[in-house]
């Protein structure tokens, strides 16, 4: 008997290890070449066809820097709220940040307000217990995304990190800032470095639907009722594409998109990220670029601000890069945590997805794209403010860095496809 329970319990050990463990099949497997230039008709098409999304018109979009701008617009929307609230994101705690938003749910509930929001269970798990109980009993309907249950424990390793918040169907937000106490403040303050973006028009209802994949998922419910989706004005020229991916969907869309744009630059690629480890054929495609004679930036955090195994299994495989006059940044004076692609000083993609494995073929993410040169230029504009306070990190450094930096990274680099 008790041979037989082991081996039961082996095997269902064995079933978990397995299926947190292997990755998602990467799904593009060869390069991408003779795309179409980005900025043509032919690219625009053949985005549209690729990543089954069409851009919408008639939308307005306000750019917030760090968490003093961020925060503030964010729970103004939500004390301003009058019939529903949908949210999502992966990191919630915190005395002031995390405080501040659980009160204003409770204020919005207890006014009337629908409230539907979906925490993911490993980013809260610093909140405790006692905020969610507070929303729960002020009528805020909670959802702890993939909670500890024997159901579904192979997708545990499978994570939202989606960003959202859609107040009455007509106003909402994404970007990269989470909702906890580290993004308070500003830099220069010790607050960590981010873009969040609110949305006016159209896109706003593309932007409830991906709140509304997961809310699907975890409640077997839609909220198909007028409240969450209102008939939408025009409120500006922008024409956005809402793009979400996870593992469920299969093509791994903001992998996909990313591949397409860099094989479509001609002139520059403007990236910044807070993780950088991404697959060989990203990498491959960045050199491509630069083959091609596309100059390259990416902007990273520096050291301290992030793992050490995540920093030298990345810094490892920066070699090549530098070699091919890639430059990367490092951003001074607090946390880098922006998401932010420019491509040709055209197109953009900004969002929760960061440019590692686990955004494109782990966790649930939501970015949008614009293509519109003054949007780009404004945001360009900021990068280069960024890059004013960064170190660039030469090839020379990287040759002689420590013998043991270089031991810690080979061994993060096997569970690579996890970083």
Do not use: C
């Amino acid at each position: 008997m008790a041979v037989a329970a082991a081996a039961v319990l082996a095997t269902g050990l064995s079933f978990l290890v397995f299926f947190n463990a292997v990755p998602e099949p990467m799904r593009v497997a060869e390069p991408m070449s003779s795309v179409p230039a980005m900025g043509t008709e032919a690219f625009a098409r053949l985005q549209s066809a690729l990543l089954d999304n069409v851009a919408t018109q008639g939308n307005r979009i306000d750019i917030l820097e760090n968490g003093e701008e961020i925060y503030e617009a964010k729970l103004a929307a939500i004390d301003g709220a009058s019939r529903t609230i949908t949210f999502e994101v992966y990191e919630f705690w915190g005395e002031e940040i995390g405080d501040a938003f659980a009160e204003a749910f409770i204020r919005a509930a207890e006014r009337g307000v629908a409230v539907h929001a979906i925490f993911d269970y490993i980013g809260s798990v610093k909140a405790g217990g006692d905020k969610f109980r507070r929303m729960e009993e002020a009528g805020v309907e909670v959802v702890r995304w993939r909670s500890p249950s024997w159901y579904q424990m192979s997708r545990f390793n499978s994570r939202t990190h989606r960003k959202l918040l859609v107040v009455d169907g007509i106003i909402g937000f994404t970007g990269g800032a989470n909702v906890a106490d580290p993004w308070a403040g500003h830099p220069d303050t010790g607050g960590y470095r981010d873009n969040h973006y609110r949305f006016e028009g159209p896109v706003v209802a593309y932007l409830q639907n991906a709140f509304m994949q997961n809310w699907l998922n975890a409640t077997n419910r839609v909220l198909y009722q007028n409240e969450y989706f209102p008939l939408l004005e025009e409120r500006g020229d922008l024409a956005i594409k809402v793009l979400n991916s996870s593992p469920r969907e299969g093509t791994h869309r903001i992998r996909l998109m990313l591949l397409l744009a860099i094989a479509a630059s001609r002139d520059s690629i403007r990236l910044a990220t807070p993780y950088f480890y991404p697959d060989d054929m990203i990498m491959e495609a960045l050199l491509d670029a630069r083959h091609r004679g596309v100059s390259v930036d990416i902007m990273l955090p520096t050291e301290g601000h992030y793992s050490t195994l995540v920093r030298e299994a990345s810094k490892n495989r920066w070699g090549r890069l530098l070699e091919a006059g890639v430059r990367i940044h490092e951003y001074q004076p607090s946390k880098y945590h922006a998401k932010l692609y420019i491509v040709d000083e055209y197109w953009v993609s900004v969002g929760s997805s960061n440019l590692d494995n686990r955004s494109f073929r782990l966790n649930d993410e939501t970015n949008v794209i614009i293509m519109d040169r003054d949007l780009a230029a404004t945001l360009t504009s900021q990068y280069k403010n960024d890059l004013e306070q960064s170190r660039t990190f030469d090839l020379e450094t990287w040759e002689n860095r420590p013998r043991l930096r270089r031991l810690i990274g080979w061994m993060a680099m096997t569970i690579g496809w996890h970083l």
